[in-house]
């Protein structure tokens, strides 16, 4: 039963070693994939600025605040 098990292995072994068209489907997905990614992130990089710049355009200033001795009308030190 070994023998046959290393016999099977190794005939799976040479119809892989000798499959062409499988070498071929899986360097067009690797490329694919390749593509896609570098699409991803070029489209990701040149978003996000404006994205960024977008969020900081929209957000709300503050009022100035008023200094702290104008708060309180009877500051010791605001009559001197």
Request: proline share 5%; with cysteine; hydrophobic share 45%.
């Given at each position: 039963?070994?023998?046959?098990?290393?016999?099977?292995?190794?005939?799976?072994?040479?119809?892989?070693?000798?499959?062409?068209?499988?070498?071929?489907?899986?360097?067009?997905?690797?490329?694919?994939?390749?593509?896609?990614?570098?699409?991803?992130?070029?489209?990701?990089?040149?978003?996000?600025?404006?994205?960024?710049?977008?969020?900081?355009?929209?957000e709300?200033k503050?009022?100035?605040?008023?200094?702290?001795?104008?708060?309180?009308p009877?500051?010791?030190?605001?009559?001197?």
């Open positions: 039963m070994l023998e046959q098990i290393k016999l099977d292995a190794c005939y799976l072994f040479e119809v892989e070693r000798s499959d062409r068209d499988g070498v071929k489907y899986a360097l067009t997905m690797y490329l694919l994939m390749i593509v896609l990614l570098t699409l991803i992130f070029g489209v990701a990089g040149l978003v996000t600025p404006l994205v960024i710049e977008l969020v900081r355009s929209r709300k503050k009022p100035a605040g008023t200094p702290a001795n104008e708060l309180n009877k500051h010791p030190f605001k009559n001197k």
